[in-house]
């Protein structure tokens, strides 16, 4: 319980704080892009069984696999899809404690 609570504290709690803190001009567009970054769990759809709560994502699934924090590293360098990829990586930080507390 206290691991699924963490999941989604990290996941909806504290990128609404920071946008508030970092972003107070843009901050439900940012916000927003942060909560759009949960799309890339759609790539669980592609395993069986869909969820399975002793898999860890990181590594397993496409949009969480090393060569996607890769990509979403690379797309740091452009200030159009910088917070994009802070989204995304904040996604993929959080799966890795998730898997860490399993």
């Known amino acids: 319980m206290i ?3 963490v999941h989604y504290s990290l996941h909806l709690v504290f990128p609404f704080l920071l946008a508030y803190i970092f972003f107070p001009k843009q901050f ?4 927003f892009i942060f909560l ?4 890339i ?3 669980h759809l592609l395993a069986t069984p869909v969820f399975d709560p ?4 990181i590594g397993f699934h496409p949009l969480h696999s090393y060569w996607a924090l890769a990509v979403y590293v690379a797309l ?7 917070i994009i990829a802070l989204a995304l990586l904040w996604h993929l930080a ?5 898997c860490q507390m399993m």
Do not use: E, G
């Open 36 to 39: 759009l970054a949960m799309l």
């Open 94 to 98: 959080v799966d890795f404690i998730d």
């Open 28 to 31: 439900w567009k940012v916000y």
């Open 41 to 43: 769990d759609l790539d």
């Open 3 to 5: 691991q699924l609570l």
């Open 76 to 82: 740091l360098i452009f200030k159009k899809t910088r």
């Open 54 to 57: 002793s898999r860890c994502s």
